[in-house]
């Protein structure tokens, strides 16, 4: 049977430079589109590329966020489960599974139980259901809920995939109307079998799934716009990364044809990725960072925490924001050791330095794709008014004509720039205005304004000069590093002509800011007692540990 097809709106071009903005959706996954990897040094404005994306295509963008699948004519339920009902008689005709890892399936059923107050009755229930994903339960409750239900819901867990694989296959008696092994009742077991077909699944519908999906999946925007880190595997037409920094992944393999490079001057730049560090409680591990994902673009960080994590990462994140640039423009040149697998450059491992060139080639610029750059996109041109429809269409004119790709004819590109800024309702940095300082009160100190200003013009002399000085890409890179050379230069002039008391010296203040960032989360990454327990990875690094 084929296939139905799967109708998708796109924003409407309206002739003579006007349009209308509609919302972006899903490219079917049989599309096999022409992919475009956009990257870009971490809060580099890629949240405002994607959402003009969004404008411009309407292909679905997807972020570490959100999931928007737009699906409709539906019933879900959690039956056979005990907080599931079969009240749609036969007026269903096909079934797809969703599954959950449990890990994570079953402290948040206890948190939806918690904010219900743990109410049976839908009586009950109706006072507390503005609670639902409000707060998560109490601790001491859920060790008390998870230490008595823990074995009888990974049970469910499993008996529920089963009961619909199996058509039915019903795991509890008849009697027990509430499913629930109370008092007379109990689950059947092994002994049991052949356990009864469930009377919905001979009578009202076929139980078995036409399809499975994974919710853990699911929160990856694997059609569309995707993210590297919830990349899922299909080719999905434009994935956004910050790889090869290190809060960046190469999940996509070999999956995407093309890039885009995305800058913004590193002087807003690097302020605002610490603000994400700050809004995810600078964790690491996805499961950590999944706690705080809802705080992002909503607060800039406290000031005393800024001044910290600048005063001891600036001097490695302004030259990770130049290795970024250099990385895409030299097709793959990798600034750190291959054992270094977190790309931190932090002990034992380091950052490769003049010295060391040249510099290794990274194998997916070799295997996966060519990487060098067929665009280039100012986020802060991006922004502007006056420049942001231009390099708009610059996106347009490389995802015209490509394969699965739907973009707006030239003369509705301001149009929905426009629009974009206007209807999108994605989380923005100008968010974090409402209940922050402004991000002009987070500055540098004299030296290392001086120090992003020798960055800047060296970036923009190596860009100007051979082999580069006829690659447009190159030189579009140039003419905006003149933008960022003269803002920087600007305001450390004034800074220099309205100087600030400045502390007394401290000989242990770098030792503070290390046992700070230790405290957070994001120090010692290659603690030895932590890399000792990595069997297969030991053996090759023991060495820099000074262990034979």
């Not at 409000?134 to 074995?151: G, H, V």
């Not at 995305?262 to 950590?288: G, M």
């Not at 999944?290 to 800039?300: A, K, L, P, Q, S």
């Not at 269409?393 to 030239?410: F, P, Q």
Request: proline share 6%; hydrophobic share 35%; aromatic share 14%.
């Amino acid at each position: 049977m084929e296939s139905p097809k799967i109708e998708r709106k796109a924003s409407i071009d309206l002739g003579n430079g006007n349009c209308k903005w509609t919302k972006s959706f899903p490219l079917p996954i049989e599309s096999d589109p022409f992919g475009t990897l956009i990257a870009s040094y971490p809060a580099s404005g890629m949240r405002v590329v994607w959402q003009q994306i969004e404008g411009l295509t309407s292909i679905r963008v997807g972020d570490d966020y959100q999931y928007g699948g737009d699906r409709v004519g539906m019933i879900k339920t959690q039956y056979p489960h005990y907080e599931g009902i079969w009240s749609y008689g036969s007026t269903l005709d096909q079934v797809i599974l969703v599954t959950r890892n449990p890990r994570w399936a079953i402290p948040s059923f206890h948190h939806i139980l918690s904010e219900l107050n743990y109410a049976q009755e839908w009586s009950d229930v109706n006072e507390y259901i503005m609670n639902i994903f409000t707060k998560r339960s109490i601790m001491e409750n859920w060790i008390k809920w998870r230490d008595l239900k823990a074995f009888s819901e990974i049970n469910l867990w499993g008996w529920h995939i089963d009961f619909y694989m199996e058509n039915g296959t019903q795991y509890w008696n008849d009697l027990d109307l509430k499913e629930l092994v109370k008092n007379l009742f109990f689950f059947f077991n092994e002994s049991n079998k052949p356990w009864p077909i469930n009377e919905h699944c001979v009578f009202d519908i076929d139980c078995v799934p036409v399809a499975h999906v994974s919710y853990d999946k699911m929160r990856n925007p694997d059609t569309g716009v995707g993210d590297d880190y919830q990349f899922g595997g299909d080719k999905v037409g434009i994935i956004k990364t910050q790889y090869p920094h290190y809060e960046g992944i190469w999940s996509y393999g070999s999956t995407l044809d093309q890039v885009i490079i995305v800058t913004r001057n590193p002087r807003w730049a690097i302020p605002s990725f610490h603000n994400i560090l700050s809004e995810i409680d600078y964790a690491q591990e996805w499961s950590d960072v999944n706690d705080y994902i809802t705080n992002v673009f909503t607060r800039r960080a406290p000031m005393e925490n800024w001044i910290k994590w600048r005063d001891l990462k600036f001097d490695s994140e302004i030259d990770l924001w130049g290795w970024h640039i250099d990385f895409y423009m030299e097709n793959g040149t990798q600034y750190w050791n291959d054992l270094d697998f977190e790309r931190v450059g932090e002990k034992p491992f380091f950052f490769f330095n003049e010295s060391n060139k040249p510099w290794p080639i990274n194998e997916h610029c070799l295997l996966d794709m060519d990487c060098v750059p067929v665009a280039h996109v100012s986020y802060d041109k991006m922004r502007n008014p006056d420049t942001g429809p231009g390099e708009l269409s610059k996106i347009a004119n490389i995802l015209r004509e490509k394969k699965g790709m739907t973009v707006l004819s030239d003369e509705a590109i301001e149009c929905i720039w426009n629009q974009t800024w206007t209807f999108s309702t994605a989380p923005r940095n100008e968010n974090r205005d409402i209940s922050s300082p402004s991000a002009s009160d987070y500055k540098f100190t004299n030296t290392q304004l001086q120090a992003m200003l020798d960055k800047l013009e060296f970036m923009k002399n190596k860009y100007n000069s051979t082999p580069w000085i006829n690659h447009p890409i190159a030189q579009d890179l140039v003419l905006t590093f003149d933008v960022y050379i003269k803002e920087v230069a600007e305001e450390l002039e004034y800074q220099n002509e309205n100087p600030v008391p400045t502390p007394a010296p401290n000989p242990d203040y770098y030792q503070s800011l290390v046992d700070w960032y230790a405290t957070v989360g994001q120090g010692d990454r290659y603690n030895v007692d932590k890399v000792r327990g990595m069997r297969g990875y030991w053996p090759l690094v023991k060495n820099f540990y000074g262990e034979e």
